[in-house]
């Protein structure tokens, strides 16, 4: 049983190009959570989704950053017109439902680097 | 606010001995659930482990324990019999019954041989 996988695992973009992020949850799992994690900072909740729902945005910025996860495929993180602070690693994680107090599974992260 | 504070940058430990990692929160909640993961090179984000707050037993993983201290809002991490596969970056998370982890900053652990 694969666990969250996300891809690129490195990703190189040049200021004001755009960034997609990809997530593919557990199997089994219809529930996934954006984490943003700064340099030396811990991870911050951006965005909750279900299949085809955005559950909980509270955490990603207004502007730039949208986030889908639809009926089929992974579920993808968008930043339009990056910025060099946006340079991140962006943790995606599953849970079987939308219980928080469930364990959460991981992926490896997307090192988001902006020149 | 509900805030999670780590307040050891980083912290350093002789093989086989016996490191404790400290973390502190602020809730207004009376019900909620603390973890530490673990972060090595990989990136990954590991569970050591996890507790529930109305439990008041203290939480054990094998080389793993917890000091949970709930009216001091107090969730420190033990690791007994350090090995070397231990180094990595210990993240404190509390979850306030929701789905929104609340992660502390983080505490660099190097095990020295």
């Known amino acids: 049983n694969a666990g969250v996988m996300q891809n690129p695992r490195h990703l190189v973009r040049r200021r004001g190009q755009e960034a997609r992020l990809r997530c593919s949850p557990m199997?089994?799992?219809?529930?996934v959570y954006w984490y943003r994690q700064l340099p030396e900072e811990g991870l911050k909740f951006m965005v909750y989704?279900?299949?085809?729902?955005?559950?909980?945005e509270s955490g990603m910025p207004k502007e730039r950053f949208s986030a889908e996860f639809p009926k089929e495929g992974p579920s993808i993180l968008r930043i339009q017109q990056v910025v060099r602070g946006d340079s991140a690693a962006y943790f995606c994680?599953?849970?079987?439902?939308?219980?928080?107090?469930?364990?959460?599974?991981f992926g490896s992260g997307t090192q988001l680097s902006v020149l | 606010a509900q805030t999670v504070t780590q307040s050891q940058p980083e912290m350093s430990v002789q093989e086989a001995e016996t490191v404790t990692l400290s973390c502190t929160y602020d809730?207004?909640?009376?019900?909620?659930?603390l973890f530490w993961y673990k972060q090595p090179p990989s990136r990954q984000m590991i569970l050591v482990i996890r507790?529930?707050?109305?439990?008041?037993q203290n939480a054990t993983e094998n080389r793993f324990s917890v000091n949970f201290q709930k009216a001091a809002k107090s969730f420190s991490l033990k690791i007994s019999d350090s090995q070397l596969g231990d180094a990595a970056m210990y993240f404190c998370?509390?979850?306030?019954?929701?789905?929104?982890?609340?992660f502390g900053t983080g505490t660099r652990l190097k095990v020295l041989a």
């Open positions: 994680a599953s849970s079987p439902s939308g219980q928080g107090v469930e364990k959460l599974f």
């Open positions: 199997k089994g799992h219809s529930h």
């Open positions: 989704l279900q299949k085809e729902n955005i559950i909980d």
């Open positions: 809730t207004s909640e009376s019900d909620y659930y």
């Open positions: 507790q529930e707050a109305y439990k008041q």
């Open positions: 998370a509390y979850i306030p019954g929701t789905y929104k982890y609340i």
